[in-house]
């Protein structure tokens, strides 16, 4: 005690001089002092425990020092094995710091969730076996061929020079023209949408898009590149696990695996700990393009910006010679609120999903299940495909950095991901050959995330899978082979934990720039430790695919009534945010709830006084409704309890004799609570999930 105040009194007296320092540095020095004379509820003094069972504390391997040593790494293992779902269990052996207990459904439970749909090709779905509109870029016309009398109608964009947009920034904006004779067009239009069907509300389900060739871009692209030009594809399949890439996408894992041959001009590694970095798409690839720390959800103010500025890969990129492509197979709000409506990208795909939202019935929400998503002949992540391709070869001779992020696994079910495994494995043979020739390319054929919603989400091996996206890189031989490590390393990586920022090192480095990236390891040159955690790649405890959640099977009394009290703290959130919320008089909409009861609770520990519990429950009066939390206990103040999404309440109680805070970090539903109600409540500016309707839901007596 007396060290402490001692301690305490001179840095006092420092900080009295340097007053200013002090403000800024005012965090480094509390954790200073709490180091060297910790706090008694603290993760510094381990002495003290104060969660549900013994902490034992992180696994830290004493390779946690390991370096690349060339001779003794030094792998002639050529070519990289054939990968198959399951050889995560090689991973065992290796005394990782982050081992995963399971990986995600076993191949026997995953072919029984997501059995094969079958679905056909678009022609057999749409009855079109070609396109009759054609938007051409390069005399800046369009063409419709409808077959018949009636000679059609169509609409064309972009509406204006915003890369990204919402939704409901451009509904009003599109125009139906009819169609006479080819149309000629501003010399900004990509994309149009048509109908040969003289019924005017039928759908506008004829596409073609197409780039414009920016000449100052090349030009400014071409005077910076040097040798060989690049290509640096990141290839995002939305929601796609690494199991789930196996289960739906066979052929295009077959095709990956036919590179590994010792003659292939390309091989292919797949990344068997690949984490998620945060829990939705943005989480994960905006700290990507930005950094971790420049990343957003949203921001205030003018919003026609590119927010990542000069952290954005784009722009540091363009300066080494790249043109850049950001393209999405949807409309949704995420990315335009993080990135600006103006990321200075040169090629930009979004509008074109607005459209085809509006003027189809073909919606790329999680909620559209099942639901084959065919435009004209093609599916709609055809398009973007097409797009790329045709970008490609406009720039042939400058470098490239090309992102697309397509949606087919976007959806609740997991079976429709099915549907891009033909059209992307087509499409990744076509631009490795033609462009394979002139061109240096690196691809990273990838996953934001795994899936995250759906009626299995509930299930262990679905948590886990969420969080471990797949992740493909496919590299020239002669490009592998012109640094005599860089096999060996990227073979490394592909057995240790990596996540994102890696990606962002990776990506920098291939385009000859080092970037000291805050939790990343360059995939090409270093090997991730064996002792590297979650933590030191910058990835939260609850998106962590190591940390272990575990069953709590039989509470004793003391554990048992603070879980009941958990789900009384929610009980009442539930009705804060709902029943009783003041954004509309009581009693309309919502019913008050009561929980029935704590079906399965799951608990980890951060540390000797963090840990974290999740909380299956029942509703009574309501079977079929089912609740999940999150909640955060700790008897230390940290960081964690300002996590941006954070709104819900800190209580300070006492747990075990301990002071605690609680705090709720999420609640959501377990069961299908989508329709009405939810309409109901989300257009009264409640959350649809909280509220169980007055009517529509049975209640049992
Ligand atoms: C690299 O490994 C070899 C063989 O295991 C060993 O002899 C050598 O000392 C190591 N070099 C370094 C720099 O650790
Ligand atoms: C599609 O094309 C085939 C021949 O290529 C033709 O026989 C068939 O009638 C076409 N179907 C439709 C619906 O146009
Ligand atoms: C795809 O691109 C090619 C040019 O490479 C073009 O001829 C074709 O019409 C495009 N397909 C569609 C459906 O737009
Ligand atoms: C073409 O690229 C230049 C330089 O990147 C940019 O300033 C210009 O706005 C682009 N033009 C179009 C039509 O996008
Ligand atoms: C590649 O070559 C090595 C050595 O020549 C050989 O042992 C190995 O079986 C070959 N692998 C394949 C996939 O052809
Ligand atoms: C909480 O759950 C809801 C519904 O599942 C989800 O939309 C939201 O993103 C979650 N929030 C956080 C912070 O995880």
Same mark, same amino acid.
């Given at each position: 005690?007396?060290?402490?105040?001692?301690?305490?009194?001179?840095?006092?007296?420092?900080?009295?001089?340097?007053?200013?320092?002090?403000?800024?540095?005012?965090?480094?020095?509390?954790?200073?002092?709490?180091?060297?004379?910790?706090?008694?509820?603290?993760?510094? *003094?381990?002495?003290?425990?104060?969660?549900?069972?013994?902490? =034992?504390?992180?696994?830290?391997?004493?390779?946690?020092?390991?370096?690349?040593?060339?001779?003794?790494?030094?792998?002639?293992?050529?070519?990289?094995?054939?990968?198959?779902?399951?050889?995560?269990?090689?991973?065992?052996?290796?005394?990782?710091?982050?081992?995963?207990?399971?990986?995600?459904?076993?191949?026997?439970?995953?072919?029984?969730?997501?059995?094969?749909? /079958?679905?056909?090709?678009?022609?057999?779905?749409?009855?079109? *076996?070609?396109?009759?509109?054609?938007?051409?870029?390069?005399?800046?016309?369009?063409?419709? *061929?409808?077959?018949?009398?009636?000679?059609?109608?169509?609409?064309?964009?972009?509406?204006?020079?915003?890369?990204?947009?919402?939704?409901?920034?451009?509904?009003?904006? %599109?125009?139906?023209?009819?169609?006479?004779? !080819?149309?000629?067009?501003?010399?900004?239009?990509?994309?149009?949408?048509?109908?040969?069907?003289?019924?005017?509300?039928?759908?506008?389900?004829?596409?073609?898009?197409?780039?414009?060739?920016?000449?100052?871009?090349?030009?400014?692209?071409?005077?910076?590149?040097?040798?060989?030009?690049?290509?640096?594809?990141?290839?995002?399949?939305?929601?796609?696990?690494?199991?789930?890439?196996?289960?739906?996408?066979?052929?295009?894992?077959?095709?990956? *695996?036919?590179?590994?041959?010792?003659?292939?001009?390309?091989?292919?590694?797949?990344?068997?700990?690949?984490?998620?970095?945060? !829990?939705?798409?943005?989480?994960?690839?905006?700290?990507?393009?930005?950094?971790?720390?420049?990343?957003?959800?949203?921001?205030? /103010?003018?919003?026609?910006?590119?927010?990542?500025?000069?952290?954005?890969? %784009?722009?540091?990129?363009?300066?080494?010679?790249?043109?850049?492509?950001?393209?999405?197979?949807?409309?949704?709000?995420? &990315?335009?609120?993080?990135?600006?409506?103006?990321?200075?990208?040169?090629?930009?795909?979004?509008?074109? &999903?607005?459209?085809?939202?509006?003027?189809?019935?073909?919606?790329?929400?999680?909620?559209?299940?099942?639901?084959?998503?065919?435009?004209?002949?093609?599916?709609?992540?055809?398009?973007?495909?097409?797009?790329?391709?045709?970008?490609?070869?406009?720039?042939?001779?400058?470098?490239?950095?090309?992102?697309?992020?397509?949606?087919?696994?976007?959806?609740?079910?997991?079976?429709?991901?099915?549907?891009?495994?033909?059209?992307?494995?087509?499409?990744?043979?076509?631009?490795?050959?033609?462009?394979?020739?002139?061109?240096?390319?690196?691809?990273?054929?990838?996953?934001?995330? /795994?899936?995250?919603?759906?009626? %299995?989400?509930?299930?262990?091996?679905?948590?886990?899978?969420?969080?471990? !996206?797949?992740? &493909?890189?496919?590299?020239?031989?002669?490009?592998?082979?012109?640094?005599?490590?860089?096999?060996?390393?990227?073979?490394?990586?592909?057995?240790?934990?990596?996540?994102?920022?890696?990606?962002?090192?990776?990506?920098?480095?291939?385009?000859?720039?080092?970037?000291?990236?805050?939790?990343?390891?360059?995939?090409?040159?270093?090997?991730?430790?064996?002792?590297?955690?979650?933590?030191?790649?910058?990835?939260?405890? %609850?998106?962590?695919?190591?940390?272990?959640?575990?069953?709590?099977?039989?509470?004793?009394?003391?554990?048992?009534?603070?879980?009941?009290?958990?789900?009384?703290?929610?009980?009442?959130?539930?009705?804060?945010?709902?029943?009783?919320?003041?954004?509309?008089?009581?009693?309309?909409?919502?019913?008050?709830?009561?929980?029935?009861?704590?079906?399965?609770?799951?608990? &980890?520990?951060?540390?000797?006084?963090?840990?974290?519990?999740?909380?299956?429950?029942?509703?009574? =009066?309501?079977?079929?409704?089912?609740?999940?939390?999150?909640?955060?206990?700790?008897?230390?103040?940290?960081?964690?309890?300002?996590?941006?999404?954070?709104?819900?309440?800190?209580?300070?109680?006492?747990?075990?004799?301990?002071?605690?805070?609680?705090?709720?970090?999420?609640?959501?539903?377990?069961?299908?609570?989508?329709? !009405?109600?939810?309409?109901?409540?989300?257009?009264?500016?409640?959350?649809?999930?909280?509220?169980?309707?007055?009517?529509?839901?049975?209640?049992?007596?």
């Amino acid at each position: 005690m007396i060290k402490k105040v001692l301690i305490i009194t001179l840095l006092g007296i420092c900080l009295f001089y340097i007053g200013s320092f002090a403000s800024d540095h005012r965090r480094q020095i509390v954790n200073f002092i709490n180091e060297v004379t910790p706090p008694k509820y603290s993760s510094n *003094n381990p002495k003290i425990s104060t969660v549900s069972y013994p902490y =034992h504390g992180p696994i830290i391997s004493d390779k946690d020092t390991e370096e690349f040593n060339s001779s003794s790494y030094f792998t002639d293992d050529r070519p990289p094995p054939i990968f198959k779902i399951d050889d995560t269990e090689s991973l065992r052996s290796l005394n990782l710091a982050c081992q995963p207990e399971i990986y995600g459904y076993s191949i026997d439970q995953g072919d029984v969730i997501f059995p094969r749909h /079958g679905y056909p090709k678009c022609p057999a779905v749409t009855n079109l *076996n070609q396109s009759y509109i054609f938007v051409d870029t390069e005399d800046d016309k369009l063409y419709m *061929n409808c077959p018949g009398p009636y000679k059609g109608r169509f609409l064309f964009g972009p509406t204006n020079d915003k890369k990204l947009v919402l939704r409901n920034e451009i509904e009003d904006f %599109w125009q139906v023209w009819d169609y006479d004779e !080819p149309e000629p067009l501003d010399e900004e239009v990509e994309f149009a949408l048509g109908s040969c069907d003289s019924s005017k509300s039928a759908y506008l389900i004829q596409a073609s898009m197409n780039p414009q060739f920016n000449k100052t871009a090349y030009e400014y692209a071409k005077e910076r590149t040097e040798g060989k030009p690049k290509i640096i594809f990141m290839l995002t399949l939305d929601s796609m696990s690494r199991r789930h890439f196996f289960r739906k996408m066979p052929k295009t894992i077959d095709f990956l *695996n036919s590179l590994n041959q010792n003659e292939s001009d390309y091989w292919a590694f797949d990344f068997k700990l690949h984490n998620i970095l945060g !829990p939705n798409s943005v989480g994960n690839q905006v700290p990507i393009f930005g950094g971790k720390d420049r990343f957003v959800k949203t921001f205030k /103010g003018d919003q026609n910006i590119d927010y990542l500025g000069e952290k954005a890969l %784009w722009n540091i990129l363009r300066e080494k010679g790249y043109i850049s492509l950001f393209g999405l197979e949807n409309c949704d709000n995420y &990315f335009p609120k993080s990135l600006g409506r103006k990321p200075n990208v040169d090629y930009a795909i979004n509008q074109f &999903f607005c459209a085809v939202y509006k003027y189809t019935d073909y919606k790329f929400d999680k909620e559209a299940v099942l639901k084959q998503r065919c435009l004209g002949a093609y599916m709609t992540h055809y398009y973007p495909l097409n797009y790329t391709y045709n970008l490609a070869q406009m720039n042939q001779g400058v470098n490239m950095w090309l992102y697309l992020h397509l949606n087919g696994a976007h959806e609740a079910t997991g079976l429709h991901a099915e549907t891009m495994d033909d059209d992307v494995m087509d499409f990744v043979k076509k631009f490795l050959t033609d462009f394979g020739k002139d061109n240096d390319i690196i691809m990273f054929l990838h996953a934001d995330h /795994g899936m995250r919603y759906g009626n %299995w989400y509930k299930d262990l091996p679905a948590y886990q899978e969420n969080k471990l !996206p797949g992740l &493909f890189a496919i590299a020239g031989r002669q490009f592998i082979e012109q640094n005599d490590k860089t096999y060996s390393v990227l073979t490394l990586n592909t057995q240790r934990l990596t996540s994102k920022m890696d990606l962002r090192k990776s990506i920098l480095y291939l385009a000859g720039i080092k970037e000291n990236t805050k939790y990343g390891v360059n995939l090409f040159e270093e090997v991730a430790h064996k002792g590297r955690t979650c933590e030191k790649a910058g990835i939260e405890p %609850w998106d962590c695919s190591c940390r272990e959640m575990k069953l709590i099977e039989e509470p004793d009394q003391e554990l048992e009534d603070f879980i009941l009290r958990l789900a009384d703290q929610v009980q009442a959130t539930i009705n804060t945010e709902s029943y009783a919320s003041k954004k509309h008089d009581k009693n309309i909409i919502c019913e008050k709830i009561e929980i029935k009861g704590v079906e399965n609770t799951y608990n &980890f520990q951060i540390s000797n006084v963090e840990e974290f519990f999740k909380l299956e429950m029942t509703v009574k =009066h309501y079977p079929k409704v089912k609740f999940q939390a999150n909640i955060l206990v700790s008897s230390q103040y940290s960081d964690r309890f300002k996590y941006n999404d954070v709104k819900y309440m800190v209580e300070h109680d006492t747990f075990r004799k301990a002071p605690i805070m609680i705090r709720i970090l999420n609640i959501s539903r377990l069961d299908k609570y989508a329709g !009405p109600c939810e309409l109901k409540a989300i257009q009264a500016g409640l959350r649809g999930d909280t509220c169980i309707c007055k009517e529509g839901y049975k209640k049992e007596k």
